[in-house]
C-alpha cells in the first residue's frame, strides 16, 4: 500500500512540474493550431500566448559526436515542439537556427524564412555534424553574424527582444564564460539547456542571470520535451520572466523502475516530506 502511494505521489509531482499554472482549465478551443504537424501533448494543453510576439530567436545545436543518432532526433523534436507555439513571421517572431560541432554551421539565418512551415521543412532536413564540441565558436558566430541586420535581426532601436536557446550534452573544448558575457552585456537573453553529464558550472557561465529561470538540466534527450511548457511560458509571457520555477540544481528519481524523471530541488523535497508524512 505505502508503495503505491509513494508511486502516485510522485507521479503527480511530475504532472505539477510539467504543466504550467491554470494549463488544467484550458479549453481545447484554446489551443495554439498545430498548422498540419502533430503537437506534443505538453504543448496541445497550452494557450496561444505567442501570437504577436516580436523577437529575434536563435537556437544554438550541440551537433557533436557525442550526440547519437536518436538523441539528435529529439532535439530536432524538441525545437519542433517550441516553433508550435511561435507566431513566425519576418514582422513577428524570426528564427535562426546553428548547429556545430568542431566548426558551426548555419543552417538558416533570421531572414531566411517568412512561414513556419519552412523552418519545420529546414529543421527536418538537418543532419548531425557528428565532430566536436566548440560551445564557445557558436556563441561568438551568434554574436558576429546570427545577430546582425545582415543577417536579419531588427536594429537594436526597435527594442526587438534577442534570444539565444542553447542545447548541450557535454564540456566545451573551447572557452565560453567571456564571449556569453559579451552576448549578455548587448543584450541577448541566453536561455542554456544542458542533458546529461554537462558541467552545472559551465552552464552557469552561459546562461543569463537568475540562473533558476535560465539554466536548465536534464538527464537525457529523452526528457528534453518535459521542458516545452516551461519555454512556452517563459517565450510568450514575458522574455525572461519568472512563470515557471526549475531549480538549476535539478534531481533525478525513477518511478516504478521504468523512467527518470526531472523535476526541481524544491518539489521534489517538498513531495518527499508529503510521503513521510504518509508513511508515519
Given at each position: 500500500?505505502?508503495?503505491?502511494?509513494?508511486?502516485?505521489?510522485?507521479?503527480?509531482?511530475?504532472?505539477?512540474?510539467?504543466?504550467?499554472?491554470?494549463?488544467?482549465?484550458?479549453?481545447?478551443?484554446?489551443?495554439?493550431?498545430?498548422?498540419?504537424?502533430?503537437?506534443?501533448?505538453?504543448?496541445?494543453?497550452?494557450?496561444?500566448?505567442?501570437?504577436?510576439?516580436?523577437?529575434?530567436?536563435?537556437?544554438?545545436?550541440?551537433?557533436?559526436?557525442?550526440?547519437?543518432?536518436?538523441?539528435?532526433?529529439?532535439?530536432?523534436?524538441?525545437?519542433?515542439?517550441?516553433?508550435?507555439?511561435?507566431?513566425?513571421?519576418?514582422?513577428?517572431?524570426?528564427?535562426?537556427?546553428?548547429?556545430?560541432?568542431?566548426?558551426?554551421?548555419?543552417e538558416f539565418s533570421l531572414k531566411t524564412f517568412k512561414r513556419k512551415s519552412d523552418v519545420e521543412r529546414a529543421v527536418k532536413r538537418m543532419r548531425h555534424l557528428s565532430t566536436g564540441t566548440m560551445t564557445g565558436l557558436?556563441?561568438?558566430?551568434?554574436?558576429?553574424?546570427?545577430?546582425?541586420?545582415?543577417?536579419?535581426?531588427?536594429?537594436?532601436?526597435?527594442?526587438?527582444?534577442?534570444?539565444?536557446?542553447?542545447?548541450?550534452?557535454?564540456?566545451?573544448?573551447?572557452?565560453?564564460?567571456?564571449?556569453?558575457?559579451?552576448?549578455?552585456?548587448?543584450?541577448?537573453?541566453?536561455?542554456?539547456?544542458?542533458?546529461?553529464?554537462?558541467?552545472?558550472?559551465?552552464?552557469?557561465?552561459?546562461?543569463?542571470?537568475?540562473?533558476?529561470?535560465?539554466?536548465?538540466?536534464?538527464?537525457?534527450?529523452?526528457?528534453?520535451?518535459?521542458?516545452?511548457?516551461?519555454?512556452?511560458?517563459k517565450l510568450c509571457s514575458k522574455y525572461g520572466a519568472s512563470v515557471v520555477h526549475l531549480s538549476s540544481r535539478p534531481s533525478f528519481c525513477a518511478v516504478h523502475g521504468q523512467r527518470e524523471m526531472h523535476r526541481s530541488?524544491?518539489?521534489?523535497?517538498?513531495?518527499?516530506?508529503?510521503?513521510?508524512?504518509?508513511?508515519?
Open positions: 500500500m505505502e508503495k503505491m502511494l509513494v508511486g502516485c505521489l510522485l507521479m503527480l509531482g511530475q504532472l505539477l512540474l510539467v504543466l504550467p499554472v491554470g494549463a488544467r482549465e484550458r479549453r481545447p478551443q484554446d489551443r495554439f493550431p498545430s498548422r498540419g504537424r502533430r503537437m506534443h501533448p505538453q504543448t496541445a494543453l497550452l494557450e496561444s500566448s505567442c501570437e504577436n510576439k516580436r523577437a529575434d530567436l536563435v537556437f544554438i545545436i550541440d551537433s557533436s559526436r557525442s550526440v547519437n543518432t536518436h538523441d539528435y532526433a529529439k532535439v530536432k523534436e524538441f525545437i519542433l515542439d517550441i516553433l508550435q507555439f511561435l507566431d513566425i513571421g519576418p514582422d513577428i517572431t524570426r528564427v535562426g537556427l546553428l548547429q556545430y560541432g568542431s566548426t558551426v554551421k548555419n557558436a556563441i561568438q558566430y551568434a554574436l558576429n553574424i546570427a545577430f546582425s541586420e545582415a543577417e536579419g535581426a531588427r536594429p537594436l532601436r526597435e527594442n526587438v527582444p534577442r534570444v539565444i536557446m542553447i542545447v548541450t550534452d557535454g564540456r566545451p573544448q573551447d572557452s565560453v564564460a567571456e564571449v556569453a558575457s559579451k552576448a549578455r552585456n548587448t543584450g541577448i537573453l541566453i536561455f542554456a539547456i544542458g542533458v546529461g553529464q554537462v558541467d552545472l558550472n559551465t552552464l552557469k557561465a552561459i546562461g543569463s542571470e537568475p540562473h533558476k529561470d535560465h539554466v536548465f538540466l536534464v538527464a537525457n534527450f529523452s526528457q528534453i520535451e518535459s521542458l516545452t511548457s516551461v519555454f512556452q511560458n530541488l524544491e518539489d521534489y523535497t517538498y513531495i518527499k516530506h508529503i510521503i513521510t508524512q504518509v508513511q508515519k
